[in-house]
């Protein structure tokens, strides 16, 4: 069965991906409150009561499932994610995933080529799915163009994706021969 995850804790997800692990004294009987708003602080500032219970109650449900690990060093408690959380946080840094796009073209194309084996398949058709959901251009197959700078994006996704080097390459290009499809996809004259 497939498990659910809320907003409240995709966002306990996401912080702790950022930060690596969390550390909160844990002296105070109300430490799992003070843990809480930490983590909420991160996310969104002003919580309401109930947004407050949600991450409450998502706190413990990862906990439950195995995405964070809680351990407890003298009067500190550290929250860490798990193998599984992290794969789960990346997920969501993923889905996340937008190429800002600038107001004024540079006259440069940014280009990704990417040569995955037919062995993974299932990979390649995942990176491609994501490639063209970030508005990219297919020039061919397995090339794919913007005007927009793309570099953060795409080693986000080789890295999540766990692509070498030699399986994506990014090249900016002046020229592309016969661009007037691409410069109308993106609205650029």
Known sequence: MKSRVTGAAKNIL??????????????????????????ENESRPQKSPKDRA????????????????????GQQMYISLTKQGAKRAGKYKIDDLKI?????????????????????????EALRGKIKELGLFQLQKSVWVS???FKKEMAILRD?????NSEMKLIEASDIEDDKLIKDYFNLS
């Open 160 to 164: 999540f994706f766990g692509l070498a």
């Open 100 to 124: 800002k796009k600038s107001n004024v073209w540079d006259k440069k194309w940014r280009i990704l080529i990417f040569d995955i084996a037919d062995k993974q398949r299932i990979k390649r």
């Open 147 to 149: 005007p927009y700078d």
């Open 14 to 39: 996401k912080i702790l991906l950022l930060a690596g692990a969390v550390a909160v004294t844990a002296r105070s009987p109300l430490f799992g409150r003070i843990l809480l708003r930490k983590l």
């Open 54 to 73: 949600r991450y409450y109650n998502a706190f413990y449900y990862l906990k439950k499932k195995g995405m964070i690990h809680v351990e407890y060093r």
